[in-house]
């Protein structure tokens, strides 16, 4: 009797174990979620602050680019999933027009400084100390990217970890 049941647990066991390995197989890579904001097609608000680096950052400086504005925190799990993308697409469109702005949410500027560093970015970060940039474009969590086209009206949001085939495709989309 005791081996039956250690049997058919074992049984049991093994096909919990392969029912998990095909769900992590087949499923979808995690990316972001395009969403209808309030702010499609309006003028963007403004993103104003010191760059990390020690530059100034405004959006308003910025009009003929498109610019991506991305927030995120250091502590963000799918923020450091996006990252390598961000840097990547920062690195190809350096040189056509496109902008990458990172906007530190609900961190420290240490913290935020220091994840930077160690992902080695691409682009400039400000920091948000009061929420007001944030605020401002309806942000609850990060990450939260935001398309701003050469006009400076806003030309998409995404909610979640953007790819790099997402960017690319949002941005052809404004160029178009």
């Given amino acids: 009797m005791r081996r039956r049941l250690v049997l058919v647990t074992s049984i049991a066991v093994l096909a919990m174990i392969a029912g998990l390995s095909v769900l992590l197989v087949t499923r979808q890579p995690v990316a972001a979620t395009v969403v209808p904001s309030p702010l499609l097609g309006k003028v963007a608000p403004e993103v104003a602050g010191q760059e990390f680096g020690g530059g100034k950052f405004s959006l308003s ?14 502590w963000c799990g799918p923020c450091q999933t996006e990252e390598p993308n961000l840097i990547t697409f920062a690195w190809q469109q350096r040189l056509k027009g496109v902008k990458v702005l990172g906007v ?73």
């Fill in 61 to 74: 400086a910025e009009r003929g680019a498109i610019v991506v504005i991305n927030f995120f925190a250091s």
């Fill in 104 to 176: 530190v949410f609900n961190d420290t500027v240490d913290a935020a400084k220091a994840f930077d560093a160690k992902y080695g970015t691409l682009y400039p970060s400000i920091d948000d100390p009061n929420g007001t940039i944030a605020f401002h474009y309806g942000v609850s969590s990060p990450p939260s990217t935001f398309v701003i086209d050469a006009r400076g009206r806003v030309a998409a949001e995404l909610l979640g970890p953007v790819t790099l085939a997402q960017l690319n495709q949002v941005v052809a989309r404004v160029r178009a």
